[in-house]
């Protein structure tokens, strides 16, 4: 069969695929997965390598601009070192360019990878730095009605950073265990934490970092001088 490059269709199920490289997410393809915002190759009519394109607000100071997230890279083991994950990134970025977005990002899932990027422009910008500091005993478990509280830290923790909405909310208090206080909250993933509300003194900022490609003179300025806070917990 001949390998082909398309947008992803209603009846294309992608989970299968996503299921090979990640966890289960029932989340994702329930509230946050789009057909048009997916890249994918196929043979024959099966899906074989992926990626997917979201929206992303980043609030640089008085500054807002629009990213293209890119997320969800993968490709069934049979078909690897083809370049297709490649061909898929590097479509992504123009897509995301003609449809008017300030940027691009994506986040390197390890040091090797960010070097890889590298070679779709896609260079070391933002900050994600992830906590560990033991919960404190008066935290309980959040809700729905905690978002207002846990927005009002998070928008004071970093004043540069990628926009989080109640929709955004909602999806996190649905696929992670989230606890607030009086001073603060945590998000942790079967037992890891993935944020930490004050972020402890002892955290590096750059624990974990943000590939970001951007497309006009204005947004790299405002990437290099800002490096916004962005991290995993959007899917």
Not at 76 to 105: H, T, W
Not at 138 to 157: E, H, T
Not at 182 to 194: A, K, L, Q
Request: charged letters at 25%.
């Amino acid at each position: 069969m001949k390998l082909e490059m398309r947008c992803a269709r209603e009846d294309d199920d992608l989970q299968p695929l996503w299921e090979i490289a990640f966890l289960p997410d029932e989340v994702f393809f329930t509230r946050d997965y789009r057909p048009e915002r997916a890249l994918i190759y196929t043979d024959g009519e099966t899906p074989v390598s992926m990626l997917h394109m979201l929206p992303q607000t980043l609030l640089l100071g008085d500054w807002v601009l629009q990213a293209g997230y890119i997320m969800g890279v993968a490709t069934n083991p049979a078909y690897r070192k083809r370049g297709l994950a490649g061909d898929l990134i590097s479509a992504a970025i123009r897509v995301i360019e003609r449809q008017g977005f300030d940027c691009a990002m994506l986040i390197p899932a390890s040091a090797a990878l960010a070097l890889y990027y590298r070679r779709f422009g896609l260079t070391l910008r933002g900050t994600m730095p992830i906590a560990g500091k033991p919960v404190p005993p008066d935290y309980r478990s959040a809700s729905i009605d905690d978002i207002p509280a846990l927005s009002a830290f998070y928008d004071k923790a970093f004043p540069n950073r990628a926009e989080r909405g109640a929709f955004e909310w909602e999806t996190i208090l649905l696929g992670y265990a989230v606890t607030i206080g009086s001073d603060g909250y945590t998000v942790e993933d079967e037992g890891r934490r993935m944020e930490q509300i004050p972020v402890p003194s002892d955290t590096p900022d750059c624990e974990r970092m943000v590939c970001l490609k951007p497309f006009t003179a204005q947004a790299e300025k405002l990437l290099t001088e800002h490096r916004p806070y962005v991290n995993l917990l959007y899917t």
